[in-house]
């Protein structure tokens, strides 16, 4: 299984704050990379696809990058609605697809 | 909209045996693969299962290949989850998902989950 792993596993800003979470493949997936939000008590919602397709609804300050075993989650002005816990998940080598252990977003 | 509800989850003991259901509308079901997902307390997302949209494929997680069964009623709209052996281990929110389209292995839509938890 392709094991996908986050950095940082929290991390603390501002409001305004341009943040960036990091995943890192443990092979080449391509763009096959997905991110998730998670607030606490609820489902996950897909943010973007692909690497860098933002879902329909999602707010343009959310951006993806990347492609191979590196890919980034950028936020460019958080707003209070953001502090939450997301996900990387790879679809590249499937079954099964694999998800990093997350990165918790807290406010400062 | 897309929703899906599930249901079925609970206290159950070790070894026992517990079936979750999955409620889907809002979209067309019968043309979507749809998955298990489950979330352990304070831990991360483990994907379980997987079923086509036409019941032919079905694909399990290691962790639980052998003990849980995926299966779906087209007609009903409709998924379930057959977990027998259950470990203390199983325990957690168990999410059904809907996937981006047939077996891409992403989920664009959510349950609000239900909880299982296995404790003598």
């Known amino acids: 299984d392709i094991q996908m792993t986050q950095s940082p596993s929290s991390l603390s800003a501002s409001i305004g704050d341009r943040v960036t979470i990091t995943c890192r493949a443990s092979q080449s997936i391509s763009n096959f990379l997905n991110w998730y939000q998670q607030k606490p008590g609820k489902a996950p919602k897909l943010l973007i696809s692909?690497?860098?397709t933002l879902q329909s609804g999602v707010p343009s300050r959310f951006s993806g990058g990347g492609s191979g075993t590196d890919f980034t989650l950028t936020i460019s002005s958080l707003q209070p609605g953001d502090f939450a816990t997301y996900y990387c998940?790879?679809?590249?080598?499937?079954?099964?697809?694999?998800f990093g252990q997350g990165t918790r977003l807290e406010i400062k | 909209q897309v929703q899906l509800v599930e249901s079925g989850g609970g206290v159950v003991q070790p070894g026992k045996s517990l079936r979750l259901s999955c409620a889907a509308s809002g979209f067309v079901f019968g043309t979507y693969a749809m998955h298990w997902v489950r979330q352990a307390p304070g831990k991360g997302l483990e994907w379980l299962a997987v079923i086509s949209f036409d019941d032919t494929v079905k694909n399990y997680a290691d962790s639980v290949k052998g003990r849980f069964t995926i299966s779906r009623d087209n007609s009903k709209n409709t998924i379930h989850l057959l977990m027998n052996g259950l470990r203390v281990e199983d325990t957690a929110v168990y999410y059904c998902?809907?996937?981006?389209?047939?077996?891409?292995?992403?989920?664009?839509?959510w349950g609000q989950g239900t909880v299982v938890t296995v404790s003598s």
């Open positions: 998940q790879q679809t590249f080598a499937t079954p099964p697809p694999t």
């Open positions: 998902a809907k996937d981006y389209w047939r077996l891409r292995y992403y989920f664009d839509s």
């Open positions: 692909a690497a860098s």
